[in-house]
């Protein structure tokens, strides 16, 4: 017999994919879940029950996620081997689908025009304040201050976690180079690869390591950082 089911049909069978972004959270879940309604096509990457980064069409990141939720149905699936160095989502996935729920009740009740109004408190991760001042700029998608242990400053996700150790890693490699070749410890470094850029700059107490999305220019993005430090002092 054939039934008629509204809503999202997926590899969890009676969940919504509200459920299942809830239930992966609990779980910790490190993957991706893929989405399709119509001719729409979506991505939702997850590390350690976070959502870190989405992808619809053209839209990517929040606005990706929130225009997902408004779908009256579709189908998902769930990929634990696809994984996104890209980090476009800064905010806690309860408070993503909380906002995604009020955006759609607001249209369902023709109350649109206040989206821009937002909620009255934003709980946004905790961060540096020059970190926070550089994830502002287009082409970063994650910056950590960090101690010279590898210890990120004011910042518990596992975005910071992954994006330290990355950069401690690559400031004890420079230092060990500087000194085999007689040009002392690392003062910034680069990296660029395929899928992946990294950037590093030392001070007297603190590394910053800075993930940058692999496709832009380096040169460009270094002048807009250097802004962003005087204008943080």
Same mark, same amino acid.
């Given at each position: 017999? &054939?039934?008629?089911? &509204? ?76 994984? *996104? ?34 909620? *009255? ?72 690869? *395929? ?7 030392? &001070? ?30």
């Amino acid at each position: 017999m &054939s039934h008629n089911v &509204s809503g999202f049909k997926g590899a969890v069978a009676g969940l919504s994919l509200t459920d299942v972004i809830q239930l992966k959270g609990h779980n910790k879940y490190t993957g991706a879940i893929s989405v399709e309604y119509g001719e729409s096509q979506g991505t939702i990457y997850f590390v350690d029950g976070e959502i870190i980064h989405a992808e619809l069409g053209d839209e990517i990141g929040e606005q990706a996620i929130y225009e997902i939720i408004k779908w009256p149905g579709g189908t998902f699936n769930i990929h634990p081997e696809k994984t *996104s160095n890209v980090c476009t989502i800064h905010y806690r996935t309860d408070f993503l689908l909380l906002e995604a729920l009020r955006r759609l009740d607001e249209e369902n009740a023709g109350g649109a025009a206040n989206k821009s109004a937002g909620p *009255s408190v934003t709980p946004r991760r905790t961060m540096s304040k020059i970190a926070a001042r550089l994830q502002e700029i287009n082409n970063i998608t994650y910056a950590v201050l960090l101690d010279k242990q590898g210890s990120p400053v004011q910042d518990s996700s596992i975005e910071a976690v992954a994006l330290a150790a990355k950069g401690v890693f690559l400031a004890k490699t420079g230092n060990s180079v500087g000194e085999l070749m007689g040009l002392g410890e690392i003062r910034a470094a680069a990296v660029h690869t *395929s899928n992946y850029n990294l950037l590093l700059y030392d &001070s007297k107490q603190h590394y910053l390591s800075i993930a940058v999305k692999p496709d832009c220019n380096l040169d460009g993005v270094e002048a807009e950082i250097k802004a962003a430090f005087v204008a943080t002092k």
